[in-house]
């Protein structure tokens, strides 16, 4: 049994995000196409013979306790599988906190795949997509990684077929937003009794979100724009630029330009303003990113 793994967890954006309704649990019925590409945080876990979860993290911001993605992760795998033992993970942040990309969701699937490998304990399908859904609505995606059609509140994912390789330019703005809110403005002023339409336009859309160039459809970008109008004009400056697509990946506040070059992408760099936090990145297929979360 191995005592120490390094993993890499990565970023997702999303092509495209539709809301249909809410629920009567409380969550918003959605339909969406996360694209996991190669901004990434680092994973360090280690086994250790006590019994207790201990997290390092390099952002001070996020919580190092039972709130925490990968705490929570470590103590739900710990309760399935009857482990006595106990964890201690460091954890090296890059993908910024409040941002869409979905860093926490990524950390706490590949701590899930990272104490498989590393006690040899291997959960069958069903029981590591229960914890993953358990931890949170975007995890399951991050089981798969790819491009993967979520449904649900996000967690009941689908692999669709994987899009070429792109360049992909993300820009993160010096200010987080928060989850919650967004759907409870965007549940405000979008959700309608009427899903049915919303639900086929997706059908059609998702069929391949690259066959025509212009901005991706996301419903929060209406009511995100509207309070902060610099993300829109973003968007504007990116698709001007010569961008496949460009948009805001889940509630925000992080934007993303697909472009068919590097050149392309180095060049729309020049118009991010500078106290804005800017990563160049690639689409990873689906077998790339299963490869490069081990491959350290």
């Not at 990565?10 to 092509?15: M, S, V, W």
């Not at 006595?84 to 910024?96: D, H």
Request: proline fraction near 5%.
């Amino acid at each position: 049994m191995n005592r120490a793994i390094h993993l890499r967890a990565f970023a997702k954006i999303n092509l495209g995000l539709k809301i249909l309704f809410k629920r009567p649990d409380g969550y918003h019925e959605i339909r969406t196409i996360f694209q996991t590409i190669s901004l990434h945080d680092r994973l360090r876990l280690t086994l250790s013979p006590d019994s207790h979860i201990s997290i390092e993290c390099t952002d001070p911001s996020l919580p190092t306790d039972q709130r925490n993605l990968v705490y929570r992760a470590c103590a739900m795998w710990k309760e399935e599988r009857g482990w006595k033992g106990g964890a201690r993970a460091k954890l090296e942040k890059t993908i910024p906190t409040g941002s869409g990309l979905g860093g926490g969701s990524s950390d706490a699937a590949v701590t899930l795949l990272g104490l498989e490998r590393l006690t040899g304990d291997r959960l069958d399908f069903s029981a590591r997509f229960k914890l993953a859904s358990a931890l949170g609505s975007d995890v399951p995606a991050f089981l798969f990684g790819g491009r993967v059609l979520g449904c649900g509140r996000g967690e009941e994912v689908y692999p669709l077929v994987d899009i070429p390789r792109k360049h992909c330019l993300v820009v993160h703005p010096p200010f987080p937003i928060s989850t919650a809110e967004a759907y409870q403005e965007a549940s405000r002023k979008l959700t309608s009794a009427d899903s049915g339409f919303k639900l086929n336009a997706f059908g059609v859309w998702s069929q391949y979100p690259f066959n025509h160039r212009g901005p991706a459809e996301n419903d929060f970008e209406e009511v995100v724009f509207a309070k902060w109008p610099e993300l829109g004009e973003m968007k504007d400056q990116f698709i001007r630029a010569g961008a496949e697509t460009a948009s805001l990946t889940g509630s925000g506040s992080a934007i993303y330009a697909i472009f068919d070059s590097a050149r392309q992408s180095t060049q729309a760099r020049k118009s991010v303003p500078p106290e804005w936090s800017v990563f160049g990145a690639q689409t990873l297929s689906r077998r790339q990113y299963q490869r490069l979360i081990f491959d350290l």
